[in-house]
C-alpha cells in the first residue's frame, strides 16, 4: 500500500529548520534504556535530513506523565544514546516547558546538519495531549520553531496531540511542508498491504486480556482474512459464548452476545475461527506477576473446573495454531497468548512466536506485548516487520484514520 502523503523525499530541507515527531517513549530501568528499538527505528529519517543540510529538531513524549514534569521521565537518556546511534552530538534542551527562551536560543544558534532534542512534550500536560480543550498554545510554539514538521511517530499516529497532529495547522498557515517520515511510511506499507492486498492464506492472530479492546479489530479482521486464531485472557468470553464453563478465567459478560456473533459471522462467510482447545490452569493469578511458583494444570478447554483460571494455551492448542500458521502466506499478529510475563504461562506466546519464525509468510508483528515477546524470545530477525506502535497499529489494523498520518500533506 502506498501512501499518498507528502515524504521526506518530496522536500528539499537545506538550510531548513525542520521539526521533526518521533516516538521516543522507550522503557527505563533505573534511568537505563532496556530496549532502543524504536530509536533505531528513526534513524532512517534523522539520518536523511542531517545528509540533507536541514536543522534537525527533534521532539517526542516518554512515559504517561502523570504527576507533572519530573527527572524519571526525561528525555536526557535518548539524546545520548541517539548522540552515539548518530556518532555525533544531539544538544538536549533541559527545559521542563519543551518551548521558550532557551529552545529558542538553540535553535537560532544551529549549523545546517545540527540535530537537537526536545525535553518530552508531556511536560507541558494537556497541551500537549488535550489541545482540544487547553488551547492550541503549545502547537504553534512548536511550529514557531521550525519551517517544516516531519512525522516519524508512528507509534504516537493514533494519538491527536499538539506535537503529533495539531502543529501541522500552523506549519501549514506559514507555508511550511508536512511530511512523513520513513518509519511511517514503512509500517503503513506492511501494515496497510497485509490487510488490503494480503497474500492468501492470510491468518491473523490475537490476544490479550480483554476482548473489550479488540472488538472493532475482530470484526475488521474477520472481513480480510482466512483464519482468525484467538488466544489470551479474551479468549475465554469466547468460550463461554461457545456454551462451555470457564472457572474463574477472565470473562466480559457484557461481550458474550458480541463473541457469538463474531462466529456467527465467521461461519457464514467460511472463515476459521480458531479458539483454544486446551488450557494450562492456576488456583489464582500469580502475586507478583512473574512468581515462578505456581501449580498449573491442563485441561480441555470445555473442562475448566470451576475453582481455576486459564492463564495459557495448552500444548494441543499450540499445535493447532502453529499448523494454521505453517500453511500460511501472510500472518499479522498482535497480543500475547497467555500471562506471558510469568515464565511459566509465557509457552503459549513463545511457541507461536516460533511457529511464526519458521513459516515462509510475510509476519508482521504488532507492537506492544507480542513484539517485547518476540524480541525477547530473539526471534526479532525472522519476522518480516515488528511494529514499532502497539495501539497505533491496533488501530491501523480497525481501518482508522490516524491522525498522524492524515495531518500530512497529501502528496502533489
Ligand atoms: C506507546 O508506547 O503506546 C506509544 O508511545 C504511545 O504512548 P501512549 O499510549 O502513552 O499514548
Ligand atoms: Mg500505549
Redesign the pocket.
Known amino acids: 500500500m502506498s501512501l499518498n502523503k507528502k515524504s521526506v523525499d518530496d522536500i528539499n530541507v537545506k538550510g531548513r529548520r525542520v521539526l521533526v515527531r518521533c516516538d521516543f ?1 522507550v522503557p527505563l530501568k533505573n534511568g537505563e534504556i532496556t530496549d532502543e528499538t524504536r530509536i533505531v527505528a528513526a534513524l532512517p529519517t534523522i539520518k536523511k535530513l542531517i545528509k540533507d543540510g536541514g536543522k534537525v529538531i527533534l521532539c517526542s513524549h516518554l512515559g504517561k506523565v502523570k504527576n507533572g514534569p519530573n527527572e524519571g521521565e526525561s528525555l536526557a537518556p535518548v539524546a545520548k544514546r541517539l548522540s552515539e546511534k548518530l556518532g555525533k552530538d544531539v544538544k538536549f534542551i533541559d527545559d521542563y516547558s519543551v518551548t521558550g527562551a532557551t529552545a529558542t536560543g538553540a535553535v537560532e544558534a544551529m549549523n545546517e546538519g545540527d540535530v537537537i532534542l526536545l525535553q518530552n512534550t508531556r511536560f507541558r500536560g494537556k497541551e500537549e495531549t488535550k489541545p482540544e480543550e487547553a488551547g492550541e498554545a503549545f502547537a504553534k510554539e512548536l511550529a514557531d520553531l521550525a519551517d517544516d514538521y516531519v512525522c516519524d511517530a508512528f ?1 504516537s499516529a493514533h494519538r491527536a496531540h499538539a506535537s503529533v497532529a495539531v502543529v501541522t495547522k500552523y506549519i501549514k498557515e506559514k507555508g511550511g511542508n508536512n511530511a512523513v517520515g520513513y518509519l511511517m511510511q514503512k509500517e503503513i506499507d506492511f501494515l496497510g498491504n497485509a490487510v488490503e492486498n494480503p497474500v492468501r492464506p492470510f491468518v491473523a492472530i490475537l490476544g490479550g486480556a480483554k476482548v473489550a479492546d479488540k472488538l472493532n479489530v475482530i470484526n475488521t479482521l474477520l472481513d480480510k482474512c482466512d483464519t482468525l486464531i484467538i488466544g489470551g485472557g479474551m479468549a475465554y468470553t469466547f468460550l463461554k459464548a461457545k456454551g462451555y464453563e470457564v472457572g474463574k478465567s477472565l470473562l466480559d459478560e457484557t461481550k458474550i452476545d458480541y463473541c457469538k456473533e463474531m462466529m456467527e459471522k465467521a461461519e457464514k462467510a467460511g472463515k476459521q475461527l480458531l479458539l483454544p482447545v486446551d488450557t494450562v490452569c492456576i488456583d489464582s493469578f500469580p502475586d507478583p506477576i512473574d512468581n515462578p511458583n505456581i501449580a498449573t494444570t491442563v485441561v480441555d478447554a470445555d473442562k475448566i473446573p470451576s475453582d481455576k483460571e486459564g492463564a495459557d494455551i495448552g500444548p494441543k492448542t499450540i499445535a493447532l495454531y502453529a499448523e494454521a500458521v505453517k500453511s500460511a502466506k501472510t500472518v499479522v499478529w498482535n497480543g500475547p497468548m497467555g500471562v506471558f510475563e510469568n515464565p511459566v504461562l509465557a509457552n503459549g506466546t513463545e511457541e507461536v512466536a516460533k511457529a511464526l519464525s519458521e513459516t515462509s509468510a510475510t509476519t508482521i508483528i504488532g507492537g ?1 506485548d507480542s513484539a517485547a515477546a518476540v524480541n525477547q524470545l530473539g526471534y526479532a530477525d525472522k519476522m518480516s516487520h515488528i511494529s514499532t506502535g ?3 497499529s491496533l488501530e491501523f489494523l480497525e481501518g482508522k484514520k490516524l491522525p498522524g498520518v492524515y495531518a500530512a500533506d497529501d502528496r502533489a
Request: net charge neutral; aromatic share 0%; hydrophobic share 15%.
Open positions: 517513549n507509534g506492544g502497539g495501539g497505533a
